[in-house]
C-alpha cells in the first residue's frame, strides 16, 4: 500500500515536497518513481530510482525535481523547483515489485498565479 502526500497549490517559481509511505511490500528491493498525469493527457513518468539508488527524469524536470528514497522508513520523496503552470498535474508514486506495478492514490499539484 502506497500513500502520498504532499500537493498543493504554488505560484509559478514555488517548490513543493511530495512524500510517499510504503507499507506491505519490500520497499529496498524495489524500483519506485513517480508519474504524473494532467487533464486530458496520458500518464508520464516524472523520475524514477531503482533498487541500487541510480535515478531517472523526465526530459521535462530539467534539473528542477530530484527523487529521493529512504529505505529504513519506507519513503519515497520527490522535492519540485521552480514548478511552472504546466507542471500542473495529479502527481502519483509507484513502487515496482514481485513484478507487480503498486500505485498511490494520487496527490493534486497545481500551479498557477
Known amino acids: 500500500q502506497l500513500q502520498a502526500s504532499g500537493g498543493g497549490a504554488v505560484q509559478p517559481g514555488g517548490s513543493l515536497r511530495l512524500s510517499c509511505k510504503a507499507s506491505?511490500?519490500?520497499?529496498?528491493?524495489?524500483?519506485v518513481g513517480w508519474y504524473r498525469q494532467a487533464p486530458g493527457k496520458e500518464r508520464e513518468l516524472v523520475a524514477s530510482?531503482?533498487?541500487?539508488?541510480?535515478?531517472n527524469y523526465g526530459d521535462f524536470v530539467k534539473g528542477r525535481f530530484t527523487i529521493s528514497r529512504d529505505n529504513i522508513r519506507r519513503r519515497l520523496t520527490l522535492e519540485m523547483n521552480n514548478l511552472q503552470p504546466e507542471d500542473t498535474a495529479a502527481y502519483y508514486c509507484?513502487?515496482?515489485?514481485?513484478?507487480?506495478?503498486?500505485w498511490g492514490q494520487g496527490t493534486q499539484v497545481t500551479v498557477s498565479s
Open positions: 509507484h513502487v515496482l515489485y514481485g513484478g507487480k506495478n503498486n
Open positions: 506491505g511490500l519490500n520497499f529496498g528491493l524495489s524500483a
Open positions: 530510482m531503482n533498487s541500487g539508488g541510480l535515478s
